[in-house]
């Protein structure tokens, strides 16, 4: 054979073969490109998370608690905000006038609303006064007691045919009596109304009459030099505070709900005593002894307002 003929056979066969490996190469570096290249939806080389995950929505997401059956409703109804035409109630206290800056819920100059029912009175009562014969009497609402501070408060009580009558508070009329109302002797009932009626709407208001005696003053039984109980009886206008002399100065005792002023330790009792009504009027009273259960008679008593 020529030896032209085999050389270039021989070239021709390392053609082919260097030709055959490039190919392959190529081949391989496609392969591994799309191993490389990740397909729309997927995720591809994503680390995995660091750290306690957060619950789903807790940190962007406020839960609000289920409400009790007690939550009052944020948005209020159209009857709470419907402005009312009706007089001042008891149950919706305005501000107490300069005339009286002691005055509790019952103040001077206002009217309030409520209902008269009636009870067999003999004048004694919540407030620890002695029965008598004066029946034009009235037991207050709980709410407008406001712990004995309406006793021997005189309100007059006026009845939707127009009728008025003056009462006493002598008695506390408990949680069945609404705010705005008050149980009335039969006899003070009867004087606005037929008693078979049984209730009826009234507007009352707070007075200062001009037919009353002097003041007088009891110390409760038990009463001692280490413990006592005072009591003021028969005054014009509301009390707001009692005060016995302690030093060179006042001390101001607490009042109870059955409407004595005590001294747990004996401060001041037989001693000088200064009572204050509603409207800041002083007055006081010296030489009343420690009688226990026993009605001292005064010299003195508010003004009229």
């Not at 103040?107 to 003999?122: K, L, Q, S």
């Not at 109302?181 to 209730?199: M, N, V």
């Not at 001041?268 to 409207?279: H, S």
């Amino acid at each position: 054979m020529d030896r032209r003929w085999l050389f270039l056979s021989a070239a021709v066969a390392l053609i082919v073969v260097s030709l055959g490996v490039v190919l392959l190469r190529d081949d391989e570096a496609d392969t591994r490109h799309a191993a490389d290249t990740p397909v729309a939806g997927t995720h591809a080389n994503v680390p995995p998370a660091t750290g306690s995950p957060s619950p789903s929505g807790s940190a962007t997401t406020t839960v609000s608690p289920k409400p009790s059956d007690k939550t009052t409703p944020a948005s209020p109804s159209a009857s709470a905000t419907s402005a009312s035409a009706k007089p001042p109630t008891t149950d919706s206290p305005q501000a107490a006038s300069a005339g009286a800056p002691l005055a509790g819920r019952i103040r001077p100059d206002v009217t309030y609303r409520g209902i008269a029912t009636f009870y067999d009175a003999d004048g004694g009562g919540a407030c620890l006064y002695d029965p008598s014969g004066d029946v034009m009497t009235g037991a207050m609402n709980s709410t407008d007691y406001e712990t004995a501070k309406a006793c021997g408060a005189y309100v007059s009580v006026r009845a939707a045919n127009g009728t008025s009558i003056t009462v006493r508070i002598t008695n506390e009329c408990p949680g069945e009596c609404a705010p705005g109302q008050i149980d009335l002797s039969a006899e003070a009932f009867a004087k606005l109304a037929d008693p078979t009626l049984g209730r009826i709407a009234i507007t009352w208001k707070l007075v200062s009459p001009s037919t009353v005696g002097t003041m007088s003053v009891r110390y409760k039984t038990g009463s001692s030099q280490y413990w006592c109980g005072i009591q003021v009886i028969g005054h014009r206008n509301p009390v707001a505070r009692l005060e016995v002399r302690a030093g060179g100065g006042w001390r101001q005792l607490a009042r109870t709900d059955y409407n004595y002023f005590l001294s747990e330790d004996g401060t001041g009792c037989g001693g000088a005593i200064r009572v204050t009504d509603i409207f800041g009027e002083r007055l006081t009273v010296d030489g009343v002894a420690i009688r226990p259960d026993t009605v001292q008679s005064t010299r003195v008593q508010f003004a009229k307002r």
